[in-house]
């Protein structure tokens, strides 16, 4: 509307300017009028710079408004009275042009955020390049390629380069799996790749999953029906062999009474007597074993932290003082509680001490480290030392049942403590430390 208006009153002035070169003509050329058109020349003059005022004024009006939304700045307003030349219905089609394009941006942001938060809430890695260069990230991608943007390419060369290496065996295969440590922690990773077109763009996805989690649920669904399936069946097999050896050193002893001990009748009693003594092993190691089978329902309770530090400082003190041990308890400012099995908790914490001290031959400077810390929705429990470190070709085996590497030891310790977390929906696992290492338990909040 306030276009056509505009057209009419420029085609109105335009067709002035033609009657007043056309009067001008007439009287100069027919009826010799000087003065009238003398008056009509200034008549042409002032029509002639209204309509270069016009219509300058409403192509600044259209550059600037042009101008404003390339920059994205949507505030300016117009006035939209007493403009006159139809100025007033243009200003209100630009005001309210502003007032689209400005909702239109902010739905836009808003779903940009909204995207962004949905992304970094997935437990997938996202990287997104656009024409081989990157061009978005989510924060685990960030944190398993040790970047913060996807803007500088020589940054993800020089701080991922087991990726960088390998993008060409992944735009070929589509996926590949690597073992590396994050944080510390020894992970497997899964690396998959998809390729796609929006608007003759090529953009490239990179999904990044660790399957650390996956595999330690894998490794205890297992465990759970080994032990259950071992434990049946090793306990029906050793019972009547248990049996049957008792009674036959009973009957072997009457007969040691009433009969010359020949060297043949020794072996058989002492063949009894190994048979008798395996057995009785063999209870043993199911009954051990039976422990991380017939782990006791959870008892959960709101835990304070300070009287967890409390108890297990009075426990272990005493010891780690006699040894040389500097012991170290921290925790966060803040009062910390949340929700756990106490007895149970109290438990793998003091083993993990154990196994700290235990790493320790003669040194001077041994120092042991608990600490307790709340972020991102999850508390953190850590035992630290500073002796060397878990021996790398051991490592992937530290959690497995029975696996030891100490004399006189059961070898159920790490992999009891690790079903006890995970019974809290948490994790257990080991991080590496420069000159040592750390079991971290992680408990949901």
């Not at 009457?254 to 020949?262: D, G, P, Q, S």
């Amino acid at each position: 509307m306030a276009f056509r208006k505009y057209s009419v009153q420029v085609n109105l002035m335009l067709i002035a300017i033609l009657l007043c070169c056309l009067g001008m003509a007439l009287s100069l050329f027919v009826f010799h009028w000087y003065i009238s058109s003398g008056l009509l020349v200034i008549v042409l003059v002032v029509l002639s710079r209204m309509l270069l005022k016009l219509v300058k004024s409403n192509n600044e009006k259209l550059s600037r408004q042009i101008e404003l939304i390339m920059n994205s700045d949507f505030s300016h307003r117009y006035p939209e009275k007493n403009q006159g030349l139809a100025f007033d219905r243009l200003h209100q089609s630009l005001n309210r042009l502003n007032d689209y394009l400005r909702s239109s941006s902010h739905q836009k942001v808003l779903d940009s955020s909204l995207f962004e938060i949905t992304i970094d809430l997935l437990p997938i890695g996202i990287l997104i390049f656009r024409e081989n260069q990157p061009l978005f990230l989510n924060q685990i991608a960030g944190e398993f390629l040790n970047i913060k943007s996807p803007k500088d390419q020589k940054q993800l060369k020089e701080r991922a380069p087991f990726f960088v290496d390998r993008i060409t065996e992944l735009r070929e295969k589509g996926k590949a799996d690597l073992k590396l440590h994050n944080k510390g922690e020894l992970q497997q990773w899964r690396m998959e790749y998809r390729h796609f077109t929006v608007d003759k763009i090529p953009y490239e996805l990179f999904i990044f999953k660790n399957y650390q989690r996956d595999s330690e649920r894998t490794e205890e669904e297992i465990s759970n029906r080994l032990m259950h399936v071992l434990t049946h069946e090793i306990m029906n097999s050793i019972s009547p062999v248990s049996s049957l050896t008792d009674t036959l050193n009973e009957q072997l002893q009457r007969l040691e009474k009433n009969i010359a001990v020949t060297e043949e009748f020794q072996d058989i009693k002492t063949s009894a007597q190994i048979i008798k003594k395996r057995s009785e092993g063999l209870s043993e190691f199911v009954e051990r074993y039976s422990l991380l089978a017939r782990l006791p329902r959870l008892k959960k309770s709101f835990v304070e932290v300070s009287e967890i530090t409390r108890e297990v400082e009075q426990l272990v003190l005493p010891q780690f003082n006699g040894k040389g041990i500097d012991f170290i308890c921290q925790k966060d400012s803040r009062k910390l509680r949340f929700r756990a099995d106490r007895q149970l908790l109290v438990q793998v914490v003091l083993n993990l001490l154990k196994n700290a001290e235990e790493a320790f031959t003669d040194r001077k400077d041994a120092r042991i480290m608990l600490n307790f810390s709340s972020e991102d929705g999850y508390n953190y429990i850590s035992v630290s030392d500073n002796a060397g470190g878990v021996a790398a070709d051991i490592q992937e085996n530290i959690f497995l049942p029975f696996f030891t590497t100490k004399d006189k030891a059961s070898g159920i310790g790490l992999s009891l403590s690790r079903k006890i977390i995970q019974a809290h929906s948490g994790r257990l696992y080991l991080r590496h430390l420069k000159g040592g290492s750390e079991f971290r338990i992680e408990l949901p909040d």
